[in-house]
């Protein structure tokens, strides 16, 4: 049986994870030159489904959000020895809702003890939305933060929009306001 917490269950721990993450993010954007990575920012309302999450179904994507998971360091070296194109096919497997440039919220779960399988072991899973899967064309080619609908931050990020705890993209909330009028 596995023991399932928030990733730290204190704040501090998820702004220190949080800022690693956009840090990683910001860093992706300079050296890929994509142009619409977006800043993150801890979503509770996915921490409600994270908190469910088992070994087993941490790797599934959901209706607003897809999966990645952290391995243990001696699980990160095994991966190593793997092939180039093997390794490629575990980043983006594991790495997918971190990597999405649109995903704007993220929310993660600690296993204790870890989950286990043939990859080696897995202590942190987390789920990050609203996109459910990852196609090249997402990325959007350019300087960092040159194509960001609200803006960016002093990194280069793209500044998402919040409403009640979730990420909401700028043309929904444009939407909702036109039907309120209109309607």
Not at 145 to 172: A, D, M, R, V
């Amino acid at each position: 049986m596995c023991d399932m917490k928030a990733l730290g269950d204190e704040e501090s721990a998820k702004n220190s994870y949080l800022q690693s993450i956009n840090s990683a993010r910001q860093e992706w954007a300079n050296k890929f030159q994509i142009a619409n990575m977006h800043e993150m920012s801890y979503d509770y309302d996915l921490e409600k489904i994270a908190r469910k999450l088992t070994c087993s179904t941490m790797m599934r994507p959901g209706p607003n959000y897809m999966p990645a998971a952290f391995p243990t360091e001696q699980s990160q070296k095994l991966i190593l020895t793997l092939d180039l194109k093997k390794q490629e096919e575990a980043a983006v497997m594991l790495l997918g809702g971190i990597g999405h440039p649109e995903n704007s919220g993220i929310a993660c779960v600690m296993f204790d003890p870890p989950c286990s399988g043939t990859g080696g072991q897995v202590p942190i899973a987390c789920i990050a939305g609203p996109k459910t899967s990852l196609s090249s064309w997402d990325a959007k080619k350019g300087p960092p933060g040159s194509q960001c609908p609200n803006g960016k931050t002093n990194g280069g990020l793209c500044i998402s929009i919040k409403q009640n705890g979730s990420e909401k993209p700028f043309s929904y909330i444009l939407l909702m306001f036109f039907s309120m009028i209109f309607v």
